[in-house]
């Protein structure tokens, strides 16, 4: 990576919906070698996804989740599939899921489905008061 690659990493960590002709022109390049490069950052993992960050109007919480060992990596397969935010402990707790839910209702359906997973022990729900 070198400093073109970070100067564009800038620009779409300013303003993520600027368009490669736009970073371009702000650049001094042509639009072909901006779309080369964000191409080779993400082949090479140093830009990992490109998302959409809402505004906190729902409910956030994380989901700790127990799980039987044997069946981790269905679970984590069944996870990855439904939430975009999961990360793996090594501890008391297995998972943690981070969701942001439209209301209390959403929040109890969605954790009773993962409570229900093959394999999963329990959980405990943890939710943002702030």
Same mark, same amino acid.
């Given at each position: 990576?070198?400093?073109?690659?970070?100067?564009?990493?800038?620009?779409?960590?300013?303003?993520?919906?600027?368009?490669?002709?736009?970073?371009?022109?702000?650049?001094?390049?042509?639009?072909?070698?901006?779309?080369?490069?964000?191409?080779?950052?993400?082949?090479?993992?140093?830009?990992?996804?490109?998302?959409?960050?809402?505004?906190?109007?729902?409910?956030?919480?994380?989901?700790?989740?127990?799980?039987? !060992? @044997?069946?981790?990596?269905?679970?984590?397969?069944? $996870?990855?599939?439904?939430?975009? +935010? =999961?990360?793996?402990?090594? /501890?008391?707790?297995?998972?943690? !899921? @981070?969701?942001?839910?439209?209301?209390?209702?959403? $929040?109890?359906?969605?954790?009773? +489905? =993962?409570?229900?997973?093959? /394999?999963?022990?329990?959980?405990?729900?943890?939710?943002?008061?702030?």
């Amino acid at each position: 990576m070198d400093e073109r690659d970070r100067a564009i990493l800038a620009r779409l960590r300013e303003n993520s919906r600027l368009s490669n002709s736009e970073i371009a022109r702000e650049l001094n390049v042509s639009e072909g070698t901006i779309r080369k490069r964000i191409s080779r950052l993400v082949s090479s993992g140093v830009i990992k996804q490109f998302t959409v960050v809402t505004s906190s109007s729902g409910i956030d919480a994380i989901v700790l989740i127990r799980m039987d !060992v @044997k069946r981790a990596q269905d679970i984590i397969k069944l $996870l990855k599939s439904r939430f975009s +935010e =999961i990360y793996e402990f090594s /501890g008391r707790v297995d998972l943690a !899921v @981070k969701l942001t839910c439209g209301s209390v209702e959403e $929040l109890n359906r969605i954790v009773d +489905e =993962i409570r229900v997973i093959d /394999g999963v022990k329990g959980t405990d729900t943890l939710i943002r008061l702030g």
